[in-house]
């Protein structure tokens, strides 16, 4: 289509002072506001003068449109056919659609001539509504008249010559008054290669209008006839496709007015999903509001708590070193300066005291801690119906505290995962009822200390954490569970690792000649056997354990652990029906 196009520079250039091009009627130009001067007809079918199409700024395009195109022009009135081929022309854009318009080789002068729009600025002249018309000889004076039969324009003196001339004297002439009501008062259209002859004929085969002197030249032996008896043919296919442009019309400007009706009413929803959402977010940033003070709040309730609580120990402290030091002092004075007998006299006074401070319990670290950390992940529960989180915590796990609870704490089977769960709790023994500790965990084979087993610790955010490992072989396993470098209650604890859980490949049932249907060669591993050949056990005979047994080893359980090591009970000779 285009190649190197500029439209920008064409749009900077469209309209002066950066007016919007606009439908200034059919008489005026859209970019210069005036009344047209030599109008051009654009392949869109808006119409410019040719000076302002003239001042926009070109580019270039590649036209590959071949003989069948229609977006321009050449000469007057009539189109050029071209070659089909690739060629590179200059191109504008349209000022008032911005449509891209693939100038002819003779450039905006060869564009289409809108002689319509010269006949209504001429009408619009006439009614005293745009400038003064000047006389088309001479071109100085005012007109007062206008030949009929030349469709020229004259002034009083032009007129006189006019009627003087021999050629002329008999060509009607009227007032310029007396046009006012005319629908077309424009001039006659003349050839562009014969000037002097007006386009009276159509070429049918060129289609395009021609004169007398193209048909008996470059168009002779072409089909023409006179414009009056073709009209009717052109004119019906012409009206033809505008019935068939007019419903689309229609159809396009319902469309836009659905389009602009749902343009208001998106602009009204989003105005009320914005209410809604500055609704929300004023009620919702309210209650973080509300949140906030109260965690605030909360720790400062927690440090008033803890602070008087240290300046109690503080206190008891200060008062119990106070005693010792004064029972210290006492007692080396005594000592160094009293004599034997009064030190005799004091001595069970002195012994007292000192035995009953040497007995007082103390604790030589603070009786709480600065353990409060903020959870902003961990929800708070709702606020004003809106949900918050944030929590503050002053819980400390204490490791021997914690415990251990799990079916594999001290058993488990190779290449089967295991697994048992890690409670923590803090000092006073209540949950901590939140996650977020670090676990250490380690399983180790006694006798393979440096390969430690891959453990798995589920932090299931609630206090609780699932530890899991797949041994890969039988053995004795040392498992550590620890939390702050300290073991937990429990830990380390002893894991045996049993060999992985043989199923039964023969059936549990009540005697071979019952679930075998009387088969003789079936064999059982209680090692019975029956009379009349038979190889495996029946009710009563000798050796039948008298109930329910696995076919395969023996066993009275019917979930247990296969035992069977082969031998004459392999699995090909064993009973494979259904249980009885």
Not at 200 to 225: A, I, M, Q, T, Y
Request: with cysteine.
């Amino acid at each position: 289509m285009s190649e190197n196009k500029k439209p920008l520079l064409g749009l900077m250039q469209k309209l002066p002072n950066g007016s919007a091009p606009g439908n200034p009627g059919k008489t005026h130009c859209p970019l210069c506001m005036g009344l047209f001067k030599a109008p051009r007809l654009l392949p869109c079918l808006h119409t410019v003068c040719t000076t302002c199409l003239e001042k926009l700024e070109p580019f270039s395009v590649v036209d590959n449109r071949g003989a069948d195109s229609d977006t321009s022009s050449e000469g007057s009135v009539f189109q050029e056919h071209k070659p089909e081929s690739l060629q590179r022309q200059i191109g504008i854009l349209c000022p008032v659609c911005d449509a891209q318009v693939d100038l002819p080789m003779g450039g905006v002068k060869a564009l289409t001539i809108d002689h319509l729009a010269l006949n209504d600025v001429m009408l619009e002249s006439l009614r005293g509504e745009g400038q003064g018309l000047v006389c088309d000889l001479c071109s100085d004076r005012e007109v007062e008249k206008r030949c009929q039969t030349c469709k020229a324009n004259l002034c009083h003196f032009c007129c006189q010559a006019h009627r003087r001339q021999k050629k002329t004297t008999y060509h009607t002439m009227v007032d310029l008054k007396d046009l006012k009501g005319y629908s077309q008062v424009g001039k006659p259209i003349l050839c562009p290669s014969h000037p002097t002859e007006e386009l009276s004929l159509f070429c049918e085969l060129c289609d395009r209008p021609v004169c007398r002197d193209c048909v008996v030249g470059e168009h002779r032996e072409h089909p023409c006839d006179f414009t009056s008896n073709v009209i009717h043919k052109y004119g019906d296919f012409v009206r033809e496709l505008l019935r068939g442009t007019q419903p689309h019309m229609e159809a396009l400007e319902e469309a836009l007015a659905q389009t602009e009706e749902m343009n208001s009413a998106l602009q009204m929803q989003v105005e009320a999903v914005a209410a809604d959402i500055r609704t929300f977010s004023e009620g919702y940033i309210k209650a973080v509001e509300e949140h906030r003070d109260k965690l605030l709040k909360q720790l400062e309730d927690i440090r008033v708590q803890k602070e008087n609580s240290l300046q109690l120990q503080k206190a008891q402290m200060e008062q119990l070193l106070a005693d010792m030091r004064t029972g210290v002092e006492f007692t080396e004075h005594l000592l160094t300066s009293g004599s034997d007998l009064e030190i005799l006299i004091t001595k069970q006074v002195v012994v007292e005291r000192l035995r009953k401070l040497n007995k007082v319990e103390y604790s030589t670290r603070p009786g709480v801690n600065d353990k409060i950390c903020f959870s902003p992940q961990e929800k708070a529960g709702q606020c004003h119906g809106y949900e918050v989180y944030g929590t503050i915590n002053t819980k400390e796990v204490d490791p021997a505290k914690c415990v251990l609870q799990g079916e594999d704490l001290h058993r488990a089977r190779e290449k089967q995962t295991a697994s048992f769960t890690v409670f923590c709790k803090d000092a006073t023994g209540a949950s901590m009822g939140r996650g977020g500790d670090n676990i250490h965990v380690a399983v180790v084979r006694k006798d393979k200390k440096d390969s430690p087993v891959r453990t798995v610790v589920q932090d299931n955010k609630d206090g609780t954490y699932c530890v899991s490992y797949t041994p890969k072989e039988p053995g004795i396993y040392t498992v550590w569970v620890c939390i702050k470098e300290q073991h937990v209650q429990g830990s380390p604890f002893t894991v045996t690792v049993k060999s992985k859980h043989r199923p039964h490949p023969g059936v549990f049932h009540c005697c071979t000649f019952c679930s075998s249907g009387g088969q003789k060669n079936v064999r059982c591993a209680c090692g019975s056997t029956m009379p009349g050949g038979y190889l495996g056990c029946g009710h009563g005979h000798k050796g039948h354990p008298g109930r329910p047994h696995w076919s395969c080893c023996g066993k009275f359980t019917e979930k247990s652990e296969c035992t069977c090591t082969g031998g004459q009970t392999t699995p090909r000779s064993l009973l494979r029906t259904v249980a009885l």
